[in-house]
């Protein structure tokens, strides 16, 4: 069965500093992995998503990365900013629609 | 377009009654899922569809149907509402390009409490 990692669970930094959200999976077997944005009582906000054969994306100042023979993935953030503060989700996709997510990390980003 | 969107955004009910909770996606999508977040569970799919009338289990199915008549639509509908049930409900759609499929588009979510 697929289990899915984040560590770690929260995170608070200093404004303008970048960071690493890392997320691990036990099976390799997937189709893409994705990393979503949660703000408090919403729903998620795809940020990136990498398909199985490519190893990174970017968008912005938001940069992942997969390494699926290690079942490993990271989403780095460049110079980090208050409104970034959010629970950030990893998830891969097994199957047509079965998405297996991580718990996730609460980012707190302090002005 | 709206995008995904779900209906009621909360709902109280009683354990034993039954209700459905409506997703709708003006995206022609042809994937669609149902999702629950629970603390310490994190999200987990309820049920999902590939397309108008196929429709399949996901990891916690049991107190829950679904149907898929067209496109749009993807209701899920609780048979009995137990206290278990309680939490939040995300509806989800996406697509294929290029034999690949694309990413995730969540509705805004459900709140249930269930008596």
């Known amino acids: 069965k697929q289990e899915v990692t984040q560590i770690p669970a929260a995170l608070s930094v200093p404004e303008g500093e970048n960071l690493v959200l890392n997320c691990s999976f036990t099976?390799?077997?997937?189709?893409?992995l994705q990393w979503f944005r949660q703000d408090p009582g919403k729903g998620l906000t795809s940020l990136l998503l990498i398909q199985s054969s490519q190893r990174e994306q970017t968008s912005g100042r938001l940069n992942a990365s997969l390494d699926k023979s290690s079942g490993r993935s990271t989403l780095y953030i460049a110079a980090s900013q208050p409104g970034d503060s959010a629970t950030y989700l990893c998830a891969v996709l097994q199957g047509a629609q079965k998405l297996v997510f991580g718990q996730g990390t609460r980012l707190t980003i302090n002005p | 377009n709206a995008g995904v969107t779900q209906t009621p955004k909360f709902q109280v009910l009683k354990t034993g009654q039954s209700m459905t909770l409506q997703c709708a996606q003006d995206m022609n999508h042809e994937y669609m899922s149902w999702y629950r977040q629970d603390p310490g569970m994190g999200l987990r799919l309820i049920h999902y569809?590939?397309?108008?009338?196929?429709?399949d289990q996901g990891e916690v199915p049991n107190g829950y149907n679904v149907s898929r008549s067209t496109t749009e639509d993807f209701p899920l509908r609780l048979l009995s509402a137990a206290p278990s049930q309680t939490s939040v409900y995300f509806c989800a759609s996406s697509f294929t390009s290029g034999g690949a499929v694309e990413t995730q588009y969540f509705g805004p979510g459900t709140r249930l409490l269930v008596l």
């Open positions: 569809s590939v397309g108008a009338g196929i429709t």
């Open positions: 099976d390799s077997a997937i189709y893409n």
